[in-house]
T-cell receptor, first 120, second 112 residues
Framework: NAGVTQTPKFQVLKTGQSMTLQCAQD?????MSWYRQDPGMGLRLIHY???????DQGEVPNGYNVSRSTTEDFPLRLLSAAPSQTSVYFC???????????????????FGAGTRLSVL | GENVEQHPSTLSVQEGDSAVIKCTYS??????FPWYKQELGKRPQLIID?????GEKKDQRIAVTLNKTAKHFSLHITETQPEDSAVYFC???????????FGGGTRLMVKP
């Protein structure tokens, strides 16, 4: 299994350009999500999906679109890049592991290697 | 929504000492608390997690404790080694879906 694959690894855009960050997983996970990581701010959720055809907004969705036409792929689209979108982007996929002895379920997240994006 | 605070933001210890990182969360419905380690330029990787029906969990030199009443959980690393140097993130979620809320991270430096 390749796990979670993100492309490209690096990208430089000019303000106003659009682009798509690709994310694919081969683990048949139902859940996928996109995070951005800025210095000193940890990981913030942009969008997530609980299955093919279903997406929802996270903490910082503005300026980004997603779609989930297949279980494997979850692309992130920047509509009109802005310098504030300069960041490292991580895609993650996860599955739900049922809890034992009536304990809560947990989702085990696997991260891609990240895409470092600079917007000039 | 959930808010996770993590302290300290930076922690420096001598090799062999213990390190403790603390997180507090705001949503009493949260029931799953993972910890991730991120080495420089790498992806975050899960190192240990705990569910809300358990108070403590240990895996070799690392352990996590959870106090649901106070809504805080902690990561304990004993006998630290230079390879433990990294950024550590706590997170919380309250459903079986995708909604992990992360703390701001702690940069741990282990001095030989």
């Amino acid at each position: 299994n390749a796990g979670v694959t993100q492309t490209p690894k690096f990208q430089v855009l000019k303000t106003g350009q659009s682009m798509t960050l690709q994310c694919a997983q081969d683990m048949n996970h139902e859940y996928m999500s996109w995070y951005r990581q800025d210095p000193g701010m940890g990981l913030r959720l942009i969008h997530y999906s609980v299955g093919a055809g279903i997406t929802d907004q996270g903490e910082v969705p503005n300026g980004y679109n997603v779609s989930r036409s297949t279980t494997e792929d979850f692309p992130l689209r920047l509509l009109s890049a802005a310098p504030s979108q300069t960041s490292v982007y991580f895609c993650a996929s996860s599955y739900s592991s049922p809890g034992q002895w009536a304990g809560p379920a947990k989702n085990i997240q696997y991260f891609g290697a990240g895409t470092r994006l600079s917007v000039l | 929504g959930e808010n996770v605070e993590q302290h300290p933001s930076t922690l420096s210890v001598q090799e062999g000492d213990s390190a403790v990182i603390k997180c507090t969360y705001s949503d009493s419905a949260s029931n799953y608390f993972p910890w991730y380690k991120q080495e420089l330029g790498k992806r975050p990787q899960l190192i240990i997690d705990i569910r809300s029906n358990v108070g403590e969990k240990k895996d070799q030199r690392i352990a996590v404790t959870l106090n649901k009443t106070a809504k805080h959980f902690s990561l304990h690393i004993t006998e630290t080694q230079p390879e433990d140097s990294a950024v550590y993130f706590c997170a919380a979620s309250h459903n079986a879906g995708n909604m992990l809320t992360f703390g701001g991270g702690t940069r741990l430096m282990v001095k030989p």
